[in-house]
Nanobody, 114 residues
Framework: QVQLVESGGGLVQAGGSLRLSCTAS????????MGWYRQAPGKQRELVAI???????NYADSVKGRFTISRDNADNTVYLQMSALKPEDTAVYYC????????WGQGTQVTVSS
């Protein structure tokens, strides 16, 4: 079993920045693809960004140029640096780990006020 613990969410004004963190409880982290997803009220969960074990990244078009995903294998942690935030970025953000199966964090709320 793998636990994913997220932190860093909160309330920020439009144009501001936040950094989300997600720490995994096991060392399979370094072999895993890590992702950030989000779910806004009344909408389906959507991919925000992923990073493979080799460091390849991919982003949703809506966040390209504003968000950066990175990982620290020594600390079993993945980060999502979010800049130039918009009200439409408001959602619960979930960390995801994919290895032989996938695991989810509990989610952290990000609210962007206009």
């Amino acid at each position: 079993q793998v636990q994913l613990v997220e932190s860093g969410g909160g309330l920020v004004q439009a144009g501001g920045s936040l950094r989300l963190s997600c720490t995994a409880s096991r060392n399979i982290f370094r072999f895993s693809t890590m992702g950030w997803y989000r779910q806004a009220p009344g909408k389906q969960r959507e991919l925000v960004a992923i990073i493979t074990s080799g460091g390849t990244t991919n982003y949703a078009d809506s966040v390209k140029g504003r968000f950066t995903i990175s990982r620290d294998n020594a600390d079993n942690t993945v980060y999502l640096q979010m800049s130039a935030l918009k009200p439409e970025d408001t959602a619960v953000y979930y960390c995801n780990l994919q290895f032989t199966r996938e695991y989810w964090g509990q989610g952290t709320q990000v609210t962007v006020s206009s």
